[in-house]
T-cell receptor, first 116, second 115 residues
Framework: ELKVEQNPLFLSMQEGKNYTIYCNYS?????LYWYRQDPGKSLESLFV?????AVKQEGRLMASLDTKARLSTLHITAAVHDLSATYFCAVDLTLPIMNRDDKIIFGKGTRLHILP | EAGVAQSPRYKIIEKRQSVAFWCNPISGHATLYWYQQILGQGPKLLIQFQNNGVVDDSQLPKDRFSAERLKGVDSTLKIQPAKLEDSAVYLC?????????????FGQGTRLTVV
């Protein structure tokens, strides 16, 4: 069974600082997603990482994927208050069924609070 | 392009009552997911459809939950009878086939409170 673990689960940091959120998963996968969720809202897609070594950047956020280590990171550079949210990684688990799409399993999320 | 539509947005019911949620995925998305998100936790996959067939329902409590996707478009998720622990946000998502390398898109969710 696929397990997806994020750490830390809670993070409070000052504006202007850098930090990294880690996402480990337990079985082989070559595809991983990062989502953002604001309180009371739905999930917004941030990044789709499709292969080993994939790196994507958008503004102050950068995500990477190491499929051999089964690890993805979400790096925050010079954090600003607007980045306060819960961040989820989600791993694509290939189903052993021909011509069927995969299922997507989420981590527990990292609640990020950025202090002004 | 319209997003994933869900209704109702909020529902309050008493335990042992029944409730149904509706989802209309993005046009052309063959894969549809229902997730349960309990407050403070990550979304948990309940059931996944590809067109109108069930791909995975291993986490669906089948004694009380049921879901269908007639005609491979809209889907309904039903709980009968509801328990207090079913209080959660029920999220519907849809996606294109995996080969097209895109993510799943989520609706606004239905917040269910069971009292």
């Amino acid at each position: 069974e696929l397990k997806v673990e994020q750490n830390p689960l809670f993070l409070s940091m000052q504006e202007g600082k850098n930090y990294t959120i880690y996402c480990n998963y337990s079985t082989t996968s070559d595809r991983l997603y990062w989502y953002r969720q604001d309180p009371g809202k739905s999930l917004e897609s941030l990044f789709v990482l499709l292969s080993n070594g994939a790196v994507k950047q958008e503004g102050r956020l950068m995500a990477s994927l190491d499929t051999k280590a089964r690890l993805s990171t979400l790096h925050i550079t010079a954090a600003v208050h607007d980045l306060s949210a819960t961040y989820f990684c989600a791993v694509d688990l290939t189903l052993p069924i021909m011509n069927r799409d995969d299922k997507i399993i989420f981590g527990k999320g990292t609640r990020l609070h950025i202090l002004p | 392009e319209a997003g994933v539509a869900q209704s109702p947005r909020y529902k309050i019911i008493e335990k042992r009552q029944s409730v149904a949620f509706w989802c209309n995925p993005i046009s052309g998305h063959a894969t549809l997911y229902w997730y349960q998100q309990i407050l403070g936790q990550g979304p948990k996959l309940l059931i996944q459809f590809q067109n109108n067939g069930v791909v995975d329902d291993s986490q669906l409590p089948k004694d009380r939950f049921s879901a269908e996707r007639l005609k491979g478009v809209d889907s309904t998720l039903k709980i009968q009878p509801a328990k207090l622990e079913d209080s959660a946000v029920y999220l519907c998502a849809s996606s294109l086939p995996r080969a097209l390398n895109t993510e799943a898109f989520f609706g606004q969710g239905t917040r269910l409170t069971v009292v």
